[in-house]
């Protein structure tokens, strides 16, 4: 691990006047980013200890919906029972991601700016542009089991390895934050995330140095709720598929619906083309196939990962059935 | 707080800029308090392990995948290998040297050797500091993704502390009775 300069904030605008220089990096939990400087991918020249600062609570918003903090731990959120009764699909997620161990460390907001797995993206003798900008990517000819099929370029075809992100993202969540001089800014999760394009190493909304202080999830939405993940082992492993799924009835028709995906890109995968497709109808295979037909459109396999094209479709066709039928979910 | 809103916690400034960084790290350890001088980029492992010479908590992957360094912060379980020690000033850390000793074992060590739950038992200290962290969890009323509910009410059947346990890899195989060994223990409990 490369040195570094070290610093505990013990405000948010202690905080963020430490930062704005890009090699500077906040820390939190740390279990990614320490991970990550053990490999010398990531190399900050300094840290600022964020892990005490006051933003750990969990309450309800004006609006009816729920302001969580930034270092509200993954464990305490999925545990929360609000989120147990209100949001299950969120604490469904967080309970598919990661180990206990990693819960009871990994925070709100640092969950949210994970990096990828991909192990190129692991590996620094292997060229990447998310590391290196412009390096190249070795996942394009490589090994790509783990890797997307929606919203890839010619520079990046990482994907987005949070489940929490997913749950946030069908929830509609906001994210709050501070800036380096201290002004506020709320964002939308869905403009929150960037796909790759040419600039892979850019990942989200966020300024350098903009500090995320809460998320605020709205109104508890209407219907059922749920989150399924695929993987390769039946506990602690990253998803191939994942559906965060909130669909609700009226008169034996779909009246509203939102699908979040892991596992297929750069960011946590919604299409609001998929949703519209399925509103309206009654549930019933050929209209759970057409909408995902609309999802799957324009998915690219990269060889290895080609089985995620079907596994998505069967994946979310499975999650309406549970979604649409008269069981509790 | 001080004036500027930075702790007084910080790296020394280092003598030139290639110059390794240390603080000053005070940490209570099994109930004694220790105050230690280390490179800024020890992790709480090493610092158990190299510098308080605890070496009971092991060094697997290093990475957070293993599970063997387990320890308990504030009575939670986390990886030591995957956090800095100087984050963690002023925290309660239990590690296995201080859940028992050779003359009175914890009751899940004593479990441990009744249903020979390990071979090599180089994981064992990380899987009994787990277990420990995990049947507070339980019975707090924390769910898993094994749970068939989100409400509170945690049966530890085998799937449930199977999945709960999946941050602890043992190499020699023993999960059948370390499972045996937790669930034992969990019984005991009203």
Known sequence: MKSFDYARADTPEAAVRQSGNPATKFIAGGTNLLDLMKLEVETPDKLVDISRLDLRDIAP?????????????NSDLAADDRVRTHY???????????????????????????????????????????RQP????AALGGFTRNHAILGTSDHCIATHPSDMAVAMRALDATIVTMAADGARRRIAIGDFYRLPGDTPHIETALDPGELITHLELPPPPEGKQIYRKVRDRASYAFALVSVAGIVS?????????????????????????VEDALIGNAPS????????????????????????????????IACLRELTSGAAA | MSITGLDTMRADPPASPQEVRTATIDVTVNGRVHSVSADIRTSLLDLLREQLHLTGSKKGCDHGQCGACTVLVNGRRINACLTLAVMHRGDDIVTIEGLGTPEKLHPLQQAFLRHDAFQCGYCTPGQICSAVGMLDEARQGWASHASETLGGGVVLSEAEISERMSGNICRCSAYPNIVDAIRDVAGDRP
């Open chain 1, 61 to 73: 918003t004006d609006a009816g919906g729920l302001s969580i903090g930034a270092l509200a731990l």
């Open chain 1, 88 to 130: 299950p699909v969120l604490s469904r997620a967080l309970l598919a991601g990661a180990s206990a161990q990693l819960r009871n460390k990994a925070t709100t907001g640092g969950n949210l700016l994970q990096r990828t797995r991909c192990n190129y993206f692991y590996d620094t003798a292997s060229p990447c542009n998310k």
């Open chain 1, 134 to 137: 412009g390096a190249g990517c």
């Open chain 1, 249 to 273: 009835m009226d008169g034996g028709k779909i009246a509203s619906a939102a699908l979040a995906f892991g596992g297929l890109a750069h960011l946590p995968w919604r299409d609001k083309r």
């Open chain 1, 285 to 316: 295979t050929d209209a759970f196939e057409a909408a995902a037909d609309v999802l799957l459109t324009d998915a690219k396999g990269f060889g290895a990962n080609d089985f995620k094209i079907p596994l998505t479709r069967r994946t979310m």
